[in-house]
Each structure stands twice: as structure tokens, then as C-alpha cells.
């Protein structure tokens, strides 16, 4: 076992589990924020930029991870997978309004 197989099952996680919130909200047509939009992270990007990203963040993903994986390479993944997780939890979350329940609510309204 190496540091550097560590450190790759680590980010194979943190990688994995980012591309679950780009792809999502791509395939659902919603706009997300990701490092192509302007400010990055910040202002939200197509749904096809978030398909695209979602795609090189599982493709990163994969290509890090090994077939027969130790222990502690599992539990780096495991653990690498849990941190981005709680990132972006914090990243993303904020506390909903009244304002912004309703604008959610229309979101998914049918069309007059």
C-alpha cells in the first residue's frame, strides 16, 4: 500500500460523489452552478454543462479507482466520498424561505 493509492481512492471518491448533484439536476433541465459558469460555483450553468460536467467528474472517478482495493484504500474512498459530501451539503445548502418554497412549488407546475 502507498500514500499515493490512498490519496487516489480518496479523490476517486470525492469525484464520484460530485458528479451525482450536476448530473441530476442536468438530466432534470435544471440550471446548477459549476466551474463553467461566471463567477465559477456560483452562478448557475445549462443543464448540458452540468451533463458534461457530471460525465468528466464519474470519468475522473473511475479512472482512480482499482479493481482490488486494501482496506484503508476502501475506507479512503469511503471517507473522501463522505467529506464531499458534507462540502457540499454546506456549499449548497441554505435555509428555505417562504419565497423561495413557493418558487420551487411553481417550478413544477404544469404549463397553462
Known sequence: ?????????LAAGVFLVNAIPHGVSGVQGREF???????PGRAPSSPA????WSAANTAAGVALLRRRMTKIERTAFAGGALAMAFVLAGFFGKPVTAEASAQSQ?????AP
Open 49 to 52: 454543462a452540468n451533463v458534461v
Open 106 to 110: 411553481d417550478h413544477f407546475a404544469p
Open 33 to 39: 452552478p459549476s466551474p463553467f459558469s461566471n463567477p
Open 1 to 9: 500500500m502507498s500514500a499515493a493509492r490512498v490519496i487516489s481512492s
